[in-house]
């Protein structure tokens, strides 16, 4: 058992290794250097710049000082933000992106979940069809679609909704419904997916041989779905769930900009644009790890909920 | 109560027969009369059973009606069109596709448009000049505009009175107008022009082909590269096929978009190839596993074996038992691929790094129109309609896919 | 000998959007205390979905949609759902064929045998996990303090079904229904689980009804036989009637068509040509009729009532008939042909 765990945390630090590695060699793989792309600079400059950021080092121990930096939870400075550093940057966006990020995660589950559930009992029912024609809808409308549509549509009809982020909020009012946009259209697609997540492997789990035995012996029909098919049927929702989790969490690139959210996505696409490439690597780098680890605890978290993979299979089979 | 060798309960009114006093009825029938009884319903083959399951699906039906109208227009479309998807009238930017008229004169219409450009129309919809503005009087919210020699006034500040009845007044000639004469579709741009004055209906059209082409070219990569991954990891088996897959888990655990990203950043070079070759190369990873899940599975089929004890080579048994079997789950997944590679490309362009202007793509044109969305938000509408078009259609064929193509579904 | 269960005409049909399919289509038995009865019949001849009606198990797209199961006394089919749970696992529990998938995977078996003790009993926790160690001794698992905390997955396949018999003796049952508890075992597992439903049979004092395809397994328990076909009984008989002097050619094509090592005699296996009857449109008359070697017009019209051979052994065969044509170790049976 333990076994299992201290696997998954050793196999979670090798991935992140060989994201570290992948990514910095990309990055350095970009002809002639991050200073010389846009703007031919004099060479006397370049050069102070090439020592200042130790470029002119052999790209060996570049990447061992990378390496040495991340460790000790230093991503280094901004090419282009003079005078901030990467974890600057992660520190000022991370917490609104991770604020927006929670209240879309707890919406998905809160509301995915019972909503497959649902469906998956009352089968070809009406509310079955009406729930899942919203989510195929969901899952097929683009989250800049959602967020256009939520911003042409409703915040221009119910002024007491912000059409964009309001960073400091003055009223309660502003301070709740400033979320209802930015997690409108980050939850959309993925509570879509999850709500028809749970109700296919409702549906699998309920035609199980298992469900008849648990209906043989009596059981309630409450105890039969609450407890001997819902456990089982949250196997692969828990799957996608991490992964989503930290995909949300560390923001959606797309809906920051469109509310102009100061997170830690908008920053990530304003690197892109500018061609800040240690801010680019950096960011790369915290999203994987932050995606690592989610992936991590959904391994323990499936082993919590599946005794065949934290035991392993051993006697019989 | 007949047949006093039936208990009650052997034999209820229902099952009671009738006796049978015509004697005939117990000479034994011919064999080939017995038959007939028996029903005999056409096996179907795998594709033709498939086929009529999906047939009768009008979810799935509808979805593929709706790819093959795609795929027809974005092929067709733009050889109709009286535009190029570059051609550019810069003086009928930012038309909207329903436009509300004004007769300021009998038999002279006009439309003015958000940003107080006023147009000359027809009462059918076809724009035929724009005014020029000649005069600013922004005190008295008055604007000049010059119609060959005759000035039209606009005066615009009702918009400024409160619960104003009317939004604002032209006067030509003398005469003023406050009321709407009709409202109209836009007949010179069907869906309106963008902000270059560029037809949005042929932009889109032409924007289907790129998206379309990205993501069925990106997913044909994608497939190539999973086929051949998945299928000769699972039939290597053993510690080639460990290694491969352990690869393959440490790829699945990485945020994958992000790579995706890096690469473009990387390549530097917004072309149709370099989006079809980073979405091609990173997605692969789903269908390796599907089809060495596959490999495996049939591997160790009766007939698989059969056909490896009688010697059969191994390229024959691939191309003869292997694919054919495993091309089901193949297709749905590459059914299910394409929508996903049309919402990432709409993505990267959404960043600003699809492909570059003037070829467009469906993200590239909503990402263009988000600057002005509150102005003319039909401009975005529009490509954002056709992506989730596109992606319901492919998700509606792809699901009734799934179902038609399941064997253990096939009984139903 | 006290009647624990009556059967009456009970029809159960799956509604597909292909049609009806008749799984059962007029069934009767009655069931005495002590009985070990024995259902055989080949897949789709309506033996499962006897034992699903019986237990109220029927999932949708199917229903029950004539007939009446009194068990002691109590019709089953007019009770709702959660009366009808009341009896499961408790006076009528059900054993099913494949151990494998018949347990859910992510509980504990004790965790999984308790509940059903709790579910039924007044015990407490403590009690509950008393009679399951108990119990789990009693079907004879080793180290049963230690296997209550194993999961499913650390069981064999024989453990399983031993598992499986455990919960569903749990609450002593009046009446325990095993749905082919062997099909999916070893053979040296599948005569030890036959010898342990024997042994408790007596320890328990229950009434079984073992469904299998196999006449061999038959042989073995059982004192009374119901053989199905088509979703109705073709002859029902006490154990050596059926052996030793069948009275229906499905039920002497069976018999032909299985080794013998019943009677030591070496004969020929022989197969029973054809394949059973679409029960979406089920051919009227006999559903034997189109494999029968003996067929005649009749059959084809309509099914044979059941003719009363002896008082242990009844037929549904035309065969019996006074009219039909003479075949060799096949009994006429008088009626009263005035009415």
């Not at chain 1, 995660?105 to 729930?131: E, R, T």
């Not at chain 2, 698989?304 to 089901?328: D, E, F």
């Not at chain 3, 199917?62 to 696992?89: C, H, P, W």
Request: glycine residues 8%; neutral net charge.
């Amino acid at each position: 058992m333990k076994n299992y765990y201290v696997q998954r945390v050793l196999y979670a630090l090798f991935t992140l290794y060989i994201v570290i590695t992948v990514t910095f060699f990309m990055m350095h793989a970009i002809p002639g250097g991050p200073f010389t792309r846009e703007r031919h600079l004099p060479p006397e400059i370049e050069a102070i710049l090439n020592e200042k950021y130790h470029l002119d080092d052999p790209l060996f121990k570049q990447y061992i000082d990378y390496l040495g930096g991340v460790v000790t939870f230093d991503l280094g400075p901004s090419f282009k933000e003079l005078g901030l550093t990467v974890n600057d940057l992660i520190r000022e966006g991370f917490p609104s992106s991770m604020n927006v990020g929670l209240v879309s995660v707890i919406m998905i589950i809160a509301i995915g979940v019972p909503l497959g559930i649902i469906s998956a009992l009352k089968q070809n029912k009406f509310i079955d069809h009406a729930a899942m024609f919203l989510a195929t809808l969901g899952v097929t409308i683009p989250s800049f679609v959602i967020a256009t549509l939520f911003i042409t549509l409703i915040a221009a009809n119910f002024t007491f909704i912000p059409i964009s982020w309001v960073n400091d909020p003055q009223n309660v009012g502003d301070a709740i419904f400033r979320y209802i946009g930015p997690v409108i259209a980050l939850s959309g697609y993925s509570l879509s997916f999850v709500s028809r997540l749970t109700r296919s492997s409702m549906l699998e789990v309920l035609r199980q041989d298992y469900i008849r035995t648990a209906r043989a012996n009596g059981l309630s029909e409450r105890r039969v779905i609450f407890k001997h098919a819902l456990k089982n049927a949250l196997i692969p929702v828990v799957t996608y769930v991490g992964p989503m989790a930290a995909a949300i969490l560390t923001g959606s690139f797309v809906v920051e900009r469109i509310f102009v959210i100061p997170g830690i996505g908008r920053y990530f696409v304003e690197s892109v644009s500018n061609r800040d490439y240690t801010v680019i690597i950096g960011m790369t780098i915290f999203y994987a790890a932050l995606y690592i680890v989610m992936v991590l605890l959904v391994d323990v978290a499936y082993a919590f909920i599946d005794p065949r993979i934290r035991l392993g299979k051993k006697m019989g089979d | 109560m007949s047949h006093t060798h039936l208990s009650t309960h052997e034999l209820d009114s229902e099952r009671r027969w009738v006796i049978s006093v015509n004697k005939n009825d117990f000479n034994y029938v011919e064999s080939s009369k017995k038959l007939n009884k028996e029903q005999i319903r056409p096996s179907l083959t795998y594709w033709k059973d498939a086929w009529r399951r999906l047939k009768k699906n009008k979810m799935a039906m509808a979805g593929m009606i709706g790819v093959l109208l795609i795929v027809a227009i974005a092929i067709f479309g733009p050889m109709f069109s009286k535009y190029n998807y570059s051609d550019q009238i810069t003086d009928f930017s930012n038309t909207p596709p329903r436009m509300e008229i004004y007769q300021i004169e009998e038999g002279t219409y006009v439309f003015l448009s958000a940003q107080y450009r006023l147009f000359i129309v027809t009462d059918s919809g076809e724009i035929i000049e724009r005014l020029d503005q000649t005069d600013t009087d922004i005190v008295n919210r008055i604007y000049t505009y010059d119609n060959h020699g005759e000035p039209v006034y606009l005066d615009y500040s009702y918009r400024l009175i409160p619960d104003s009845e009317i939004d604002f007044k032209l006067t030509y000639k003398g005469v003023s107008t406050t009321e709407q004469y009709d409202k109209v579709w836009n007949t010179t741009f069907l869906l309106g022009s963008d902000n270059l004055g560029r037809d949005v209906l042929t932009r889109v059209m032409y924007g289907a082909r790129i998206s379309l082409t990205v993501a069925l070219v990106a997913t044909i990569v994608n497939l190539f590269i999973g086929v051949t991954y998945g299928a000769f990891s699972g039939l290597e088996g053993g510690k080639i096929d460990n290694i491969m897959m352990r690869i393959v888990d440490i790829i699945n655990s990485i945020p994958l978009l992000l790579y995706v990203i890096l690469l473009m950043v990387i390549i530097d070079d917004r072309g149709l190839w370099t989006i079809i070759i980073t979405l091609g190369s990173i997605y692969w990873v789903g269908m390796a596993r599907l089809v060495r899940g596959q490999v495996l599975g049939l591997k160790e089929q009766e007939y698989v074996l059969a056909a490896r004890t009688i010697g059969v080579r191994r390229a024959k048994i691939i191309s003869r038992h292997l694919i054919p079997n495993a091309m089901g789950p193949i297709l749905v997944s590459m059914t299910m691929m394409i929508p996903t590679a049309v919402f990432t490309e709409s993505f990267l362009s959404f960043i600003g790094l699809g492909i570059s202007a003037p070829q467009a793509s469906w993200g590239t044109l909503a990402n263009d129109a988000l600057s002005a969305l509150s102005v003319y938000p039909y401009q975005l509408m529009i490509p954002s309609l056709a992506i989730a078009l596109t992606m319901l259609s492919f998700n509606f064929l792809g699901d009734g896919l799934r179902s038609a193509l399941d064997p253990r579904l096939r009984k139903g | 000998m006290k009647t624990l269960l009556e059967i009456n005409n009970l029809h159960t049909s799956f509604f597909t959007h292909l049609g009806e399919v008749q799984a059962v289509r007029g069934i009767d038995f009655v069931l005495e205390e002590g009985d070990i009865l024995g259902i055989v019949g080949e897949s789709g001849s309506g033996k499962s979905v006897t034992s699903l009606s019986i237990m109220g198990l029927v999932d949708d797209p199917g229903r029950i949609t004539e007939g009446s199961i009194v068990f002691e006394g109590v019709d089953l089919t007019k009770l709702t759902n959660e009366q009808l749970a009341e009896y499961r696992g408790n006076d009528i529990s059900m054993i099913f064929q494949d151990p494998m998938t018949s347990i859910n995977p992510v509980y504990s078996i004790g965790n999984q045998l308790m509940e059903v003790i709790l579910r039924h009993t007044k015990m407490t926790k403590e009690e509950a996990k008393e009679r399951a160690i108990e119990l789990l001794k009693m079907v004879g698992i080793p180290e049963p303090e230690v296997r209550l905390k194993n999961y499913p997955h650390q069981f064999s396949g024989g453990m399983r079904q031993r598992a499986m018999i455990a919960m569903a003796i749990s609450c002593n049952p009046k009446l325990l229904i095993a749905d082919e508890p062997t099909t999916a075992l070893d053979v040296t597992i599948q005569a030890q689980i036959l010898e342990l439903m024997r042994s408790l049979k007596d320890k328990i004092n229950t009434t079984i009804i073992l469904i299998t395809h196999d006449l061999g397994v038959i042989a073995e328990v059982c004192n009374k036989v119901i053989v199905m076909y088509g979703g109705m009984i073709m002859e029902r008989s006490n154990i050596e009637s059926l052996y030793d002097n069948p009275q229906h050619p499905y039920t002497r094509g069976l018999l032909q068509s299985v080794p013998k090592n019943v009677t030591g005699k070496k004969n020929r296996l022989i197969p029973i040509e054809g394949s059973p009857p679409d029960l979406l449109s089920p051919p009227p008359g006999c559903p034997f009729s189109p494999r029968c070697p003996h067929a005649m017009e009749i059959c084809l019209k309509e099914a044979a009532p059941l003719f009363k051979i002896s008082d242990t052994q009844f037929a549904s065969c035309w065969l019996h008939h006074v009219d039909a044509p003479e075949v060799e170790g096949y009994v006429k049976v008088a009626g009263d042909e005035n009415e």
